[in-house]
C-alpha cells in the first residue's frame, strides 16, 4: 500500500514492456477486481510520475486511454475518478428468470400475414441440416471438388486485379462471367441468348425472390409441381401469390391439369429437365403445350433448370428457353449442386424486355454480387476447367447411383422399390405398405442418415409412402454401409 500525503493507494507493479501500456493495464486490473472501487478519485499525474518513478507522460497517456475506454472520469477542477459504472458490468449478460420467457407461438408478433403461413410449412416439414449426413439431399460430389485450382486462380485473379476491373461488376454482374456463362449455355443446353440477357444472382433462392418481385402481385396464381420443392413455395407464398399445386408424374408437370384447374395463372414454376422431386422429365409434348398456353395467355414461365447437368446416358434435353419463341421463360441455373452447397452464385436468363427491370430488383436486393468469386468462377468457366469437373462429376454420379440402387435390391428387396432416372443427384425410394414414412426418418436421424420424407415436399397427403436418398456426396463404400444401416433400421 502506498501512502502519500496520508491517502492510501494499492501498490502498482509494473511488468516489463512499455511503462505506458503497463500502467493502463495494472490501474485496469486493479479497477477490475474491486481495489478501485467506483468514484474512488485518483492521484494526480504528477503524484502518479513521483510515486512510482515514472515518466509524468506514461501516466497521462495511461490515463487519456483509461477515460477513452470508459473506466476512468475526469471533472473539472476536481480531478480523476473511476467511473460510476464500469464498461464490463454493462456488457454482463444476466439470465432471465424462467416466468418471464415469452411463448413466440401465442405472442402477437403482428408480423406479415404471409410469413405466418411460412413459418407453419418450416415447422411441419421440420427440415434437417448438416451436410455431412449420409443421403443428404441436394448435396452435389463435394468430395470432387479441384481446391487447389481453385484456389490458384483465385490467387491470380488477386494479384492481376487493378481498379478498372470493379467498372466490369455491375447490378447483372461481372460482365466478363455473363460472357463466359452465356457461351456455356448455348453450346450445352441450347439456350437462345447473349451475355445482356444474363442475371448473376446468389443462388437459385434469390432468381425466385427477383423474378416474383418483378413479375407478381398479390393473389396472382402460381402453378407449382405437386409433389415440388419446398423452396419455392415458401418464395412465392411470402410474396402474397396463391399457390396453384399441379399434378406430376414421370413425363413431369401435367400441362392439361393445369391449364383445367388454374387457367388464370401469371407464373408457372416448372423443373423440366428433372421434376424435383420425382425425377421426371418434361415431355416435348407438354413442353410445347406449355409454351404456347403461357404465349397465348401472356403467363411466365419461371424454368428452374438445376440439375441438367447429371445426365448420365442419355443425351442432353434442350431447355424450354431454347424452344420459347415468344419470350416468356425466365432461365435459372446453379453452380452449386456441380461445386458445393456454399457456393452461392447463380444465373438467370431473362427476355430481352425485361433486363431494365431485373437489374433495377437486383439492385435493390443486394446491389450487386461478389466480384472476387465471379472472377474466378470467369476463368474457372472460359479455360475449360468446368467443363471437364463436369464430365468428371457426371462419372462419379452414374457410378454411385447404380452403387445405391444395386445396395438396395441387394438388402432392401422386399421394403423399397425404386425407379432409377437417368439424372439428378438423389433416388426416391417408394416404401411398402408394412413400413411408416415418418418411423423411418425418425430412425434415420438416430442413426445420421439425413434421409427426407416424399411429404415433405407435398402440399396434400401423399397416396404413396416414399423417402429421398442422395447419393452423389458419398464414396460408393459410404453409400452401401448407408444402405446396410437402413435396412438394419427396417429390420
Same mark, same amino acid.
Given at each position: ?35 478501485? *472501487?467506483?468514484?474512488?478519485?485518483? /492521484? ?11 515518466? $509524468? ?18 471533472? *473539472? ?98 460482365? /466478363?462471367?455473363?460472357?463466359?456463362? +452465356?457461351?456455356?449455355? $448455348? ?17 437459385? !433462392? ?6 416474383? !418481385?418483378?413479375?407478381? %402481385? ?22 402474397? +401469390? ?17 391449364? *383445367?384447374?388454374? /387457367?388464370?395463372? *401469371? ?27 403461357? +404465349? ?29 419463341? %415468344? ?51 470467369? +476463368? ?65 436421424? %438416430? ?17 404413396? %409412402? ?26
Amino acid at each position: 500500500m502506498i501512502k502519500k500525503n496520508g491517502a492510501s493507494f494499492p501498490g502498482l507493479l509494473l511488468k516489463k514492456g512499455k511503462i505506458k501500456e503497463q500502467f493502463h493495464q495494472v490501474l485496469k486490473e486493479l479497477i477490475l477486481n474491486g481495489q478501485l *472501487k467506483s468514484g474512488t478519485k485518483l /492521484p494526480s499525474s504528477r503524484t502518479f510520475s513521483e510515486m512510482m518513478s515514472i515518466s $509524468r507522460n506514461s501516466v497521462i497517456s495511461g490515463f487519456e486511454r483509461l477515460v477513452d475506454e470508459g473506466y476512468l472520469m475526469t471533472k *473539472k477542477g476536481s480531478g480523476t475518478y473511476v467511473s460510476a459504472i464500469i464498461p464490463d458490468e454493462m456488457i454482463h449478460i444476466r439470465p432471465i428468470p424462467h416466468q418471464h420467457h415469452v411463448d413466440d407461438k401465442n405472442a402477437d408478433l403482428n408480423i406479415n400475414p404471409n410469413m405466418k403461413v411460412m413459418l407453419s410449412n418450416w415447422r411441419k416439414s421440420s427440415p434437417y441440416k448438416g451436410h455431412n449426413l449420409t443421403f443428404n439431399i441436394g448435396v452435389g460430389c463435394t468430395d470432387l471438388f479441384p481446391h487447389e485450382l481453385w484456389g490458384r486462380l483465385l490467387g491470380r485473379i488477386w494479384r492481376q486485379f487493378r481498379d478498372q476491373d470493379w467498372k466490369l461488376n455491375e447490378p447483372l454482374g461481372f460482365r /466478363p462471367l455473363r460472357l463466359a456463362i +452465356a457461351d456455356y449455355v $448455348r453450346t450445352t443446353r441450347g439456350l437462345n441468348c447473349n451475355e445482356k440477357q444474363i442475371v448473376i444472382v446468389n443462388g437459385t !433462392q434469390q432468381a425466385m425472390n427477383l423474378a416474383a !418481385q418483378v413479375l407478381l %402481385q398479390k393473389d396472382d396464381e402460381v402453378w407449382l409441381d405437386e409433389p415440388g420443392y419446398d423452396g419455392a413455395l415458401g418464395v412465392f407464398t411470402a410474396m402474397g +401469390a396463391k399457390i396453384c399445386p399441379v399434378i406430376s408424374d414421370k413425363f413431369g408437370m401435367d400441362i392439361a391439369y393445369g391449364i *383445367k384447374h388454374w /387457367p388464370n395463372a *401469371k407464373m408457372i414454376f416448372t423443373s423440366p429437365s428433372h421434376q424435383f422431386p420425382l425425377g421426371g422429365t418434361l415431355s416435348l409434348s407438354r413442353r410445347m403445350a406449355l409454351l404456347d398456353w403461357a +404465349a397465348e395467355n401472356k403467363t411466365w414461365i419461371f424454368e428452374d433448370d438445376y440439375n441438367s447437368e447429371f445426365r448420365y446416358t442419355a443425351p442432353p434435353i434442350q431447355a424450354l428457353q431454347g424452344l420459347d419463341t %415468344q419470350h416468356r421463360v425466365i432461365y435459372a441455373g446453379s453452380f452449386s449442386k456441380m461445386m458445393f452447397p456454399e457456393f452461392r452464385l447463380g444465373f438467370l436468363v431473362i427476355p430481352n424486355k425485361l433486363i431494365e427491370s431485373f437489374k433495377v430488383a437486383k439492385y435493390y436486393a443486394d446491389t450487386r454480387t461478389s466480384y472476387l468469386e465471379q472472377a474466378t468462377l470467369a +476463368a474457372f468457366i472460359s479455360e475449360g476447367h468446368y467443363a471437364r469437373h463436369v464430365r468428371r462429376v457426371r462419372k462419379a454420379c452414374y457410378e454411385r447411383q447404380r452403387v445405391v440402387i444395386e445396395a438396395i435390391q441387394c438388402y432392401l428387396p422386399a421394403s423399397i422399390r425404386v425407379e432409377p432416372t437417368d439424372s439428378g443427384i438423389h433416388i426416391v425410394c417408394w416404401l411398402s405398405d408394412s413400413l411408416n414414412e415418418q418411423d423411418i426418418i425418425d430412425k434415420c436421424r %438416430q442413426v445420421g442418415l439425413g434421409a427426407q420424407p416424399l411429404s415433405r415436399y407435398c402440399q396434400t397427403r401423399p397416396t404413396d %409412402q416414399a423417402i429421398l436418398l442422395g447419393f452423389a456426396a458419398h464414396s460408393p463404400s459410404e453409400l452401401v454401409a448407408g444402405i446396410k444401416t437402413l435396412a438394419q433400421i427396417i429390420a
